[in-house]
């Protein structure tokens, strides 16, 4: 058995990625399927095209394989993105509402004024908000004719991304998630390790139609759909797989990934760790039956700023040419960008703040506004980064690995770590969400190396350290905080 398949759902595609016995990446299979806007703030996307476009591209990229060339199969997924199904004949009764749909917002207000915030900060380490998945499946049960009585009967399922494939995949055999999604639902207390049953009960939310919470690698059955029997050994939601993937196992190691946002993760190991700066407690993973924790901090727009520049503003015909303009820009201008497109997330959790450039002159042209807009991602995640120090003292040494598409700009990685004032290490696989999936099912099948002979593995590509004078660090990022000040509302 020589090569491991993950595979990748995301909020915009299905990715399959094989993987041979060395872990690396050897054949890629995407496709794309179409985002639904039924209104305003609301996210939707069709179950059936997840699942069709995830069978495809495991299809593609298992083509030309034996059966017994495939050790096993890892899964990783959009987070907090919410579907119910018939258990019966397996049909969705809804669309899927994605992490991004705010359509909840006056239940988590109600819930807010009712003095739940607590309680949900205190057992699942998140905050009260429409972004995850608890008062998604909340709405599907009141508002889908019948969907109630339904539930209350046992006839119906609710599950992430992973569950549905899961089931799918195992043809109704498994109903199963991983902790890492199940800490995203606001429905799970990730210190006691359980569904939590007054967060359902006052959700209006049988137990029943939950899922068993399984370890990131472990046993979710096995499929006969790609071809003889392949077993499903790992699991871990998107950001935590990329945590994974960097090989981020020990406590105060951080990862960031930069794709449309940004999110940061900072493993605590077992320490729960209360942010008092409005960041996230999650679990990092669980592996052997052992909790890790997370620190996890959300920007809300990275690489979309690029695009923006190159859609919006026309600025740009491709997002590579951002690196170039940034370079020739006139040092002595000052322009900073606040890109808060949908607000600003986390230290700040804003969501009526809306973007800003300051500092424009006439002389300001497309050089000085795509350094503006790459240097907005390096300040955020020094916000990111202060925000996890301030919070847990073992962040203080930390040396932050990147990965995603906008880590391919040196100029950018290189701002990060001078604003920073710390290293910030590439590596040499930078598929590292699909690896961390593809690592937990090989160490789930007894064919990958464990943690440490896995961090082993791991490969810098390339460091960057802070090349920016302290004076003139201190200034710039004076800037970047009077200028969130004068945008938050």
Not at 178 to 198: F, I, K, S
Not at 248 to 261: A, D, E, I, L
Not at 297 to 322: C, M, N, Y
Not at 333 to 352: H, I, K, N, S
Request: aromatic share 8%.
């Amino acid at each position: 058995m020589t090569h491991i398949l993950a595979l990748d759902q995301g909020t915009t595609s299905s990715r399959a990625l094989l993987f041979d016995g060395d872990l690396r990446p050897v054949r890629i299979a995407q496709e794309e399927f179409p985002q639904i806007f039924p209104a305003s703030g609301w996210v939707e996307h069709d179950p059936e095209a997840i699942w069709a476009t995830t069978l495809a591209t495991a299809k593609r990229a298992l083509y030309g394989l034996a059966p017994e060339e495939v050790a096993a199969l890892g899964i990783t997924n959009q987070r907090e993105t919410t579907l119910v199904w018939d258990r019966e004949t397996g049909r969705p009764v809804h669309n899927a509402i994605v992490w991004q749909d705010r359509r909840t917002a006056p239940l988590c207000e109600t819930l807010s004024q009712e003095g739940w915030g607590e309680t949900v900060a205190d057992r699942t380490g998140l905050l009260l908000d429409p972004y995850f998945s608890g008062t998604k499946l909340a709405w599907i049960l009141e508002n889908v004719d019948g969907a109630r009585g339904a539930a209350q009967a046992g006839r119906l399922l609710f599950g992430t991304v992973d569950s549905f494939l899961i089931w799918r995949l195992t043809e109704g055999r498994v109903h199963a998630t991983d902790a890492t999604n199940a800490a995203r639902t606001m429905l799970y207390d990730v210190r006691q390790g359980r569904w939590d049953e007054d967060l359902c009960q006052r959700l209006g939310i049988p137990l029943r139609m939950l899922p068993e919470v399984r370890d990131c690698a472990g046993d979710f059955g096995t499929t006969t759909l790609l071809g003889g029997r392949l077993s499903i050994r790992g699991v871990a939601g998107d950001q935590q797989a990329a945590t994974i993937g960097q090989a981020c196992f020990r406590p105060g190691m951080m990862k960031s990934t930069y794709g449309t946002g940004c999110f940061a993760l900072l493993n605590t190991g077992a320490d729960f760790v209360r942010s008092k700066n409005r960041l996230l407690t999650t679990i990092a993973y669980k592996l052997d039956g052992q909790v890790t924790y997370a620190l996890e901090g959300s920007i809300f727009v990275a690489g979309a700023v690029v695009q923006w520049l190159r859609d919006g503003l026309h600025l740009v015909r491709s997002a590579a040419e951002t690196q170039g303009l940034a370079e020739s820009a006139d040092p002595a201008q000052e322009v900073v960008m606040v890109p808060a497109f949908t607000g600003l997330g986390a230290p700040y959790w804003d969501a009526e703040a809306r973007g800003a450039i300051f500092g424009l002159t006439r002389a300001t042209g497309p050089a000085e506004l795509a350094r503006a807009a790459l240097e907005s991602v390096a300040f955020q995640t020094r916000d990111l980064w202060e925000a996890m120090r301030r919070d847990w003292p073992g962040a203080t040494k930390a040396v932050l690995r990147v990965d995603g598409g906008m880590t391919a700009s040196d100029w950018t990685m290189q701002r990060v770590a001078d604003l920073l004032g710390a290293p910030v290490d590439r590596p040499e696989v930078r598929e590292t969400t699909a690896l961390g999936a593809a690592w937990l099912a090989g160490y789930a099948a007894g064919v990958a190396p464990g943690p440490e002979g896995f961090s082993e593995r791991w490969a810098l590509e390339r460091r960057f350290t802070p090349q920016m004078e302290e004076g003139e660090r201190t200034r710039r990022l004076a800037l970047w905080d009077d200028a969130v000040r004068r945008t938050l509302r």
